[in-house]
């Protein structure tokens, strides 16, 4: 039967900052080989004792794919030995009042580190806010994401409301099932082929909303030109 009591915090967040390490993984995927792994309840002596072969071959190799120096990245994690790793620089949001930017979009960005766009939307630590019109944009929120603390929670839910008043979601990969919630939610999600700094993208976009947006862009912002290329269809 599976432990639905939560993990101490500890090692969700050894859990959490190793997620980040691997592409296309969430937290509570990562939990999911933990446990196939370990056993249940997770601790940090069994963590600890954890190797990349364990990583490789455990929860029918889910995690086999993954080249062996990002699984060891990952396993640094999980062992706890870089945990300041959480306390990286995180950007201060600016005041802003509804209507300063006339013509302007809502944008998250998943992030890890600094006003970079290097988060998968499953498990980045925050989501950068940032307010976008064709000639200003302003980070107006920085938003904590949750860390899996069970099996039993879907945390994809949780992510979603953090960034249900945003127009566009910027991540470097996102799930099909979480996709599909994020444009439920009324939000249309873009992947990045790279991690990069946000000014670029904001650049970027500032660019597209001076020339002829795509469709749903142009709605949002009252524009009736229409645009090929930058943000066409989300993938």
């Known amino acids: 039967m599976t ?17 980040r390490q691997l592409p296309d993984t969430s937290s509570g995927q990562l939990l999911r080989v933990l446990v196939a792994v370990l056993g249940e309840p997770l601790t940090e002596v069994k963590l600890n004792d954890l190797k ?6 455990g929860a029918d190799g889910a995690l086999g794919e993954m080249d062996g120096v990002v699984l060891r990245r990952a396993l640094h994690f999980l062992h706890g030995e ?30 890890n580190n600094g006003e970079r766009l290097d988060g998968h939307f499953g498990s980045c630590a925050r989501f950068l806010i940032y307010q976008v019109s064709a000639i200003a944009s302003r980070l107006i ?25 945003c127009h566009l979601l910027c991540v470097l990969s996102i ?24 000014s670029a993208l904001l650049s970027e976009l500032q660019q597209v909303l001076a020339g002829e947006p795509p469709p749903w862009l142009a709605r949002i912002i009252g524009h009736t030109r229409v645009t090929p290329e930058w943000a066409g269809e989300a993938s």
């Open 3 to 19: 432990d639905t009591s939560p993990l101490p915090d500890c090692l969700a967040l050894r859990i959490g900052l190793a997620a």
């Open 52 to 57: 990349v072969k364990d990583l490789k071959t």
């Open 82 to 111: 870089d945990d300041a790793a959480a306390q990286t620089a995180v950007p201060t949001p600016e005041l802003y009042l509804e209507g300063e930017l006339p013509n302007s979009i809502r944008v998250a960005c998943a992030s």
């Open 141 to 165: 929120a920085v938003r904590p994401a949750p860390v899996v603390t069970r099996l039993s929670v879907d945390h994809s839910a949780e992510r979603v409301a953090l960034i249900n008043d």
């Open 175 to 198: 799930g099909g099932p979480a996709a599909a919630r994020v444009v439920n939610a009324g939000v249309h999600p873009f992947k990045r082929p790279q991690a990069e700094d946000i």
